[in-house]
């Protein structure tokens, strides 16, 4: 198992990407754990004749890039965050911590798991 820095940059995660399928061809999964990588991955499996499915790729954002990416069968999933729903429970958490009033240590604003079968429901 390889773990390469990319800062979250599509241009670092095309350089991982080519790094990772030249030292191994028969790579079978990779996962980024933000999205602008994933598209630098893509653009190396075009480029070294992969086909759709031939690498398990997950993503993390849900970017539009990715949902499309997504529906065209190069990005096999990606987790979508909220980010309304984060900024929003973060306010009305942070005000009743203001006044005074209890409030959980954390505080789950959910994800979904983006596929082919609901990309539609997330745009690209």
Same mark, same amino acid.
């Given at each position: 198992?390889?773990?390469?820095?990319?800062?979250? $940059?599509?241009?670092?995660?095309?350089?991982?990407?080519?790094?990772?399928?030249?030292?191994?061809?028969?790579?079978?999964?990779?996962? $980024?754990?933000?999205?602008?990588? &994933?598209?630098?991955?893509?653009? &190396?499996?075009?480029?070294?004749?992969?086909?759709?499915?031939?690498?398990?790729?997950?993503?993390?954002?849900?970017?539009?890039?990715?949902?499309?990416?997504?529906?065209?069968?190069?990005?096999?999933?990606?987790? $979508?965050?909220?980010?309304?729903?984060?900024?929003?429970?973060?306010?009305?958490?942070?005000?009743?911590?203001?006044?005074?009033?209890? &409030?959980?240590?954390?505080?789950?604003?959910?994800? $979904?798991? &983006?596929?082919?079968?609901?990309?539609?429901?997330?745009?690209?």
């Amino acid at each position: 198992m390889s773990k390469l820095e990319t800062d979250c $940059a599509q241009d670092k995660g095309l350089t991982a990407a080519q790094d990772m399928l030249t030292a191994n061809p028969n790579i079978t999964a990779i996962y $980024a754990a933000c999205g602008p990588p &994933v598209l630098g991955l893509v653009q &190396v499996l075009k480029t070294q004749g992969k086909k759709q499915g031939d690498v398990i790729v997950v993503g993390f954002d849900a970017l539009p890039d990715e949902v499309a990416q997504i529906k065209a069968g190069w990005e096999t999933a990606s987790v $979508a965050q909220f980010p309304a729903k984060i900024g929003s429970m973060g306010i009305a958490t942070l005000y009743r911590a203001v006044k005074g009033k209890k &409030v959980p240590k954390n505080v789950d604003t959910g994800t $979904a798991l &983006v596929t082919k079968a609901n990309a539609d429901q997330f745009g690209g």
